[in-house]
Every structure is written in structure tokens, then in C-alpha cells.
């Protein structure tokens, strides 16, 4: 909480406080911090300019309630979804099944879902869920090898977990080529710089379409589930491999969610297909994952000897 708290007023004090409502206790005070930050991220997630979220951030302290607003009043109802999330974490329910149920757009319900992921141990930590995740703790060395072994063998060693050592093995090679994913614009700025380079190193048009394809696929991934994310492209020709490698700062994934998220096709923890790591399972030579709570990087390979053989056989 105290990081959260500093991250917000480092970032707002150069801004006009807000004219408080009389008589605010510090739980009050907290509830509202808590509001307005969620309420800032909602309309970051939802592509609304900064400007807009900084003084939703400062609405948040203008009432203790925001009960039913009006449609139309934009700030009003994104503080409302706020306070609801944060009523039903306090009551105990599951916040993400009330979420989905909300008669509210999907692109709301997705960037609800989304704020609840990154930010449940900040502003929804329960007491005895802190303490099982500390008990089973996602990063316990023998269950997480059980897991990488049974799901490497489980998907016919398409799909591996790796630890942060052996992610930067991956990253030995030349750079091809890296960019930020922050925003949704990002998606097809980061695939032309992929795309420019990779046609620059002679690949056949084909193949670059179906790299492409699968690496979009992990670049909105992180716009959609996670934040702040770098796409690097390495050419390795000692093995012959083109690797992606796409990390960002998200929630991670939680061992136990591990095998039905990337493994179960059509399962989706937001309103969407859940298709991408199917896609990126099929398509890729090999999938790996480095996941923890403070971000994942996920490693796409695809051999290149194949594409010289192809373009041998073509020409
Ligand atoms: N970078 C990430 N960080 C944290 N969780 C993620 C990340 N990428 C995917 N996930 C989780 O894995 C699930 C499955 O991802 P997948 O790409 O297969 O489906 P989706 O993104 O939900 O739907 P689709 O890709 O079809 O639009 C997601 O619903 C999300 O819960
Ligand atoms: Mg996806």
C-alpha cells in the first residue's frame, strides 16, 4: 500500500488538491486514493487521454459516493465501476465473476478485468488469500519443475517454463530490432519495425507473414493483460533461430491458472476468444515463458534452417 501511495503522490503533487468533503476519516481518505487511482487506470486502459484520468483521479475525492450517475457522465461512471469493484472485494465476492456480469460495454468489462489482475494485491489484497499464495507460493521450486515437465511433455515439447537465467541465454544473438508496447498504437508501429527488419534479412514474404501473425498475437497480449511491454528480435545463426521475445510488467501468471490459460484453447479470463497461445503454440517452433508477479517475458522461436531449405525448394 505504501508503494502505492507514493507512486500516486509523486506523480500528483504538482497538481491543485481537490475541496474534500467535511469530516473524512483516513479510512474514508484511503477508500478515495483507492478509487481514483483505479479510476485513472480504467481510462488509461480504455485509451482515454492522461489528462482525463488525472482529473478523474481528482473527482474521486469530491464525494464519498458515486451512486448510480447518469450514462453520459463519463468520469462519474468509471469512479462508480471503481467503487463497486472495491465494495466487492470488500464483501468478499469474487470480484472478476461480478465484473463479467455487469450490464456495462465489453471494452469496460476487459479494462475492469484487466485493473483487477494487475492491481489485486494492492488495492484488493484479502488477508487470507495473501497468506495461501504465500503458502503454496507460485515460485516453489519442486512444484513449479512438476509443472514445467508435465506441461512440456503434455503439449509434445511445444510449450516451457524457464527461469530468468535461461531467459537471457535467449537474448545471446544479434539484435534484430526492439520496441515499447505501452499503447494499443503500438501494436502495428512494433509489427512494421518487425516486419522492416526481417524482410531487410531476406525472409520470404510468407513466412514473415506468419511470424508476424503470431507475434501480434503476444504484443496485444500485453496491451490487453498486462502493461508496459518491449518487444526485442533476435537472429542467433549459431542455432539457427529467430527469437521474439516479448516481456512486460504485468500480473504474471499464477502457476495453478498456468495450464488453462496458455494450453486450454478458447479460455479467456476477459471477454475474448482466449485463441492466442494456441495460435502461438501452433505456429511457433517452441513457446517459453518466464513468469513472475512482477511481469512475464515470453520467448517465440522459429527455426530458420527450415526457411532456407523452403526457399531453396522454391527457387
Ligand atoms: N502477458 C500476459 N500477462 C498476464 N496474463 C496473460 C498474458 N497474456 C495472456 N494472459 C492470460 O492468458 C489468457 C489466455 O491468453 P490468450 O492470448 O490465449 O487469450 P486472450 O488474450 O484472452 O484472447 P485472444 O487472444 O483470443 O483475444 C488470457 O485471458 C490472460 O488471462
Ligand atoms: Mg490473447
Request: net charge positive; hydrophobic share 35%.
Amino acid at each position: 500500500m505504501r508503494r502505492l501511495f507514493n507512486k500516486i503522490f509523486k506523480e500528483e503533487t504538482k497538481l491543485l488538491a481537490p475541496s474534500l468533503p467535511s469530516n473524512l476519516s483516513y479510512s474514508d481518505f484511503n477508500f478515495m486514493t483507492k478509487r481514483g487511482f483505479l479510476g485513472k487506470k480504467l481510462s488509461q486502459y480504455l485509451g482515454l487521454h492522461k489528462e482525463e484520468g488525472d482529473s478523474l483521479f481528482y473527482l474521486s475525492f469530491s464525494k464519498r459516493s458515486f451512486t448510480n450517475p447518469e450514462k453520459e457522465k463519463r468520469n462519474e461512471l468509471i469512479l462508480y465501476l471503481s467503487e463497486r469493484m472495491l465494495k466487492w472485494s470488500e464483501q468478499k465476492l469474487d470480484v472478476p465473476y461480478q465484473i463479467k456480469r455487469l450490464d456495462v460495454r465489453p471494452d469496460i468489462q476487459n479494462a475492469m478485468l484487466k485493473a483487477y489482475d494487475i492491481y489485486k494485491n494492492d488495492l484488493f489484497s484479502i488477508p487470507h488469500l495473501a497468506e495461501k499464495q504465500r503458502l503454496t507460493g507460485s515460485f516453489n521450486d519442486e512444484k513449479w519443475e512438476v509443472y514445467r515437465d508435465v506441461i512440456f511433455a503434455a503439449t509434445q515439447e511445444k510449450f516451457l517454463l524457464i527461469t530468468k537465467e535461461e531467459v537471457n541465454k535467449h537474448k545471446e544473438g544479434i539484435v534484430l530490432c526492439e520496441g515499447t508496447i505501452k499503447e494499443r498504437s503500438d501494436i502495428p508501429i512494433c509489427r512494421n519495425l518487425a516486419k522492416e527488419r526481417l524482410e531487410a534479412e531476406g525472409f520470404s514474404h510468407s513466412t514473415i507473414m506468419s511470424w508476424l501473425l503470431v507475434l501480434s498475437e503476444a504484443i496485444t497480449n500485453t496491451i490487453k493483460h498486462a502493461e508496459e511491454g518491449k518487444m526485442t528480435i533476435i537472429k542467433d545463426e549459431k542455432n539457427h533461430e529467430i527469437r521474439f521475445i516479448i516481456e512486460d510488467k504485468g500480473p504474471g501468471f499464477d502457476l495453478k491458472d498456468l495450464p488453462k490459460k496458455t494450453l486450454l484453447a478458447g479460455y479467456s479470463t476477459k471477454k475474448s476468444l482466449g485463441q492466442g497461445f494456441t495460435l502461438m503454440m501452433k505456429m511457433a517452433k517452441r513457446v517459453l515463458l518466464f513468469t513472475s508477479s512482477k511481469g512475464s517475458i515470453i520467448i517465440l522461436l522459429f527455426d530458420i534452417r527450415k526457411e532456407h531449405k523452403d526457399k531453396l525448394s522454391n527457387g
